[in-house]
């Protein structure tokens, strides 16, 4: 009796163990072009506002050919919540 409840708990454990280990499933790439860098240290001061937002990855940001390309986590954060920030920071997203 004990052993069976016992293996029963070990069971949901590896199961929640297994689900919460499938990496990728939330993650996100996108490439937004972006407005209104001039200069490198705009392309800086974006990428730390990027940065500050949790579960984003900062891939490149770039002044010269006006995108960002970032990763996130969708359970962390959304593509809304991004764009608003990057808004936010007097910056336009132009598309995605
Ligand atoms: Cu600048």
Not at 8 to 28: E, H, M, Y
Not at 33 to 46: K, P, Q, R, V, W
Not at 61 to 88: C, M, N, P, Q, R
Request: with cysteine; net charge negative.
């Amino acid at each position: 009796m004990m052993n069976r409840r016992m293996i029963a708990v070990l069971l949901i454990c590896a199961v929640l163990f297994f689900a919460g280990c499938q990496p990728g499933d939330s993650v996100r790439q996108v490439r937004l072009d972006i407005e209104g860098m001039m200069c490198g240290s705009c392309a800086n001061n974006l990428t730390t506002v990027l940065d500050t937002i949790g579960g984003v990855t900062v891939v490149e940001v770039s002044a010269t050919d006006d995108f960002a390309e970032i990763t996130y986590d969708s359970g962390e954060t959304s593509l809304d919540e991004i764009k608003h920030a990057i808004e936010e920071s007097g910056l336009t997203v132009v598309s995605e």
